[in-house]
């Protein structure tokens, strides 16, 4: 199998993208050199049921929950979070089909990795709903302490009830660090550790996205600024 690599981009704006690509280089020739287009979101269109049909093909009338949580079986007890355990029971995603086949698999911050999956001869780092930093968020457990010699201390999410009370310049800085590391982490799997399959999320579009349409008016300065670095970065991964 030839090496494959995935990079969600969550909450990026496609109509932001066309008005900026020729400030996109990287971006502006994957569309040229590859496949480019509009795709139907999930019904509802909510980012944990997309995120899990991404990862297994099937929609969310094959695993049961509409967002961040769901009831089980017919209750109508207090709702469940839609993590890790759950999804596996119902859904066989890509990265354990892959391990099935004997393929050396790993994902970072791919949304609804909470716990983090135990892939067989793989690795992976858990997303954005991992309760805290100091929980044990990789698999295996002894990655933990691989990745802090490779980026530092790892950022898993930034708070909401921080980043959206920032200012601009530092969320940019502490986007730019998340971001920074995963990228980092995702050059050390294929260079390092190789991996036949890395699935990388990256959840910067989506909280700079947040807190730019949480003002009065839409920071666009603050959005090319950080689609512009964003390019740059996916020019990298793609050279490594």
Known sequence: MARMLIVGLDGLNPELIRDWLDDLPNLKRMQQEGIWGEIESTIPPHPVPAWVSAQSSRNPGAFGFWSLRYRDEFYYDLPKVADCTIKEKRVEPLYKILARFGQKVAVISLPTTWPPPKIPGGYSVSCYMTPQEDTNFTWPTSFKDEIEKVVGKYIIDLQAKDYLQMNRQKLLNDIHIM???????????????QCDFVWLVLTGPDRIGHFCLNKTSVDKELLHEYYSWLDAQIGEVCAA
């Open 179 to 193: 971001d920074s590391q995963r990228c980092a982490l995702l050059k050390y799997l294929i260079s390092k550790k």
